[in-house]
């Protein structure tokens, strides 16, 4: 297990639980992240210097760090509003702000994401989806189109907070160099947990990632969230999720679902109107074959605990 190669897409907190747990079992892991984030600090940072979003990156390499005290400078956020004013400093996390120092120093993102790791000793491989500057917009069930990631992300917007399908601007963008290769040369490809709508969705449906995954051959394994988000997948059972991607890729290219099965947790008071567990139901969908474990944060049951998550994974790989 230790020299097996792990690819896994995505970003957010989902991912960067599942790397702090993954990165315990393989010393060959690839995280490659969407670019479609325009929110908070990371969108400020993306309007004021025209880069594309470093934060998911950024907290996914500092998750892999093997330093904990390092992990915490990286990630160290600025007192203030994240959604502050573009030029100002206040809610900045400060491996971002590095990144885009470093952008400006090597005048390239991919060199400048090398740099990073190189500088503070980050191991494995990181890689934006794209390199283009993309964005994405969504269609509710009532026919509205909503612009933004961050639109979508909190639910901005009047009427049903119940999306139909995501779009990818530009619609034809291109995985960044090597992503392709990493796929193809993986022993493992994991998907999730995270945003479905804007955050996994946005890396899965370029269009030659979306290629390979439909006919790759190598184990596949999609992990569904712990808890639904109110502005995205409000009420959604496992197999909503999974009618949400095949109605995305055309297939659900996925060997392996796994689930967590333990909502005995009671969710913190202040997310309980908002948020809720994922529902257990008896679930079968063609040959794909699903594992349901105990895999709770239990200090903060929203997440996945990323030992449980992991030892869940490494054991059907």
Not at 109 to 137: D, M, N, W, Y
């Amino acid at each position: 297990m230790k020299h097996k190669k792990i690819v896994c897409l995505g970003g957010g907190i989902g991912t960067v639980n599942l790397i702090k747990g993954i990165k315990q079992y393989t010393d060959n892991l690839t995280v490659i992240v969407s670019m479609a984030d325009d929110g908070g600090s990371t969108g400020r940072l993306r309007r004021l210097y025209n880069i594309l979003p470093p934060g998911d990156l950024v907290s996914c390499m500092a998750a892999v760090s093997n330093d904990p005290v390092l992990a915490r400078v990286l990630t160290y956020r600025f007192p203030g509003k994240r959604y502050g004013k573009d030029e100002e400093l206040v809610g900045q996390k400060l491996g971002n702000l590095i990144v885009v120092g470093m952008r400006d120093v090597t005048g390239d993102f991919e060199k400048a994401i090398h740099l990073f790791q190189k500088v503070f000793h980050i191991p494995g491989h990181f890689s934006p989806a794209t390199t283009q500057p993309v964005s994405i917009s969504a269609a509710t069930v009532e026919g509205k189109q909503i612009n933004r990631e961050e639109n979508i992300d909190l639910g901005r917007y009047v009427g049903k907070k119940i999306i139909e399908k995501v779009y990818l601007h530009p619609a034809n963008a291109k995985p960044a160099h090597g992503v392709i290769a990493s796929l193809q040369e993986a022993d493992a490809i994991l998907v999730g947990p995270g945003d479905l709508y804007t955050t996994v969705l946005p890396t899965l449906i370029i269009p030659e990632i979306k290629k390979e995954l439909t006919k790759s051959k190598k184990k596949k394994i999609f992990i569904v969230n712990v808890a639904n988000k109110p502005s995205e997948t409000k009420g959604y059972g496992v197999f909503d999720y999974i009618k949400a991607i095949e109605k995305h890729l055309g297939v659900f290219p996925f060997d392996i679902v796994i689930v967590n099965n333990n909502i005995s947790i009671p969710i913190p008071k202040k997310f309980r109107a908002a948020y809720g567990y994922v529902p257990l139901k008896p679930i079968k969908y063609k040959q794909v074959a699903f594992v349901e474990k105990d895999l709770v944060d239990d200090t903060f049951p929203l997440y996945h605990s990323p030992e449980k998550l992991a030892k869940a994974v490494v054991e059907h790989i």
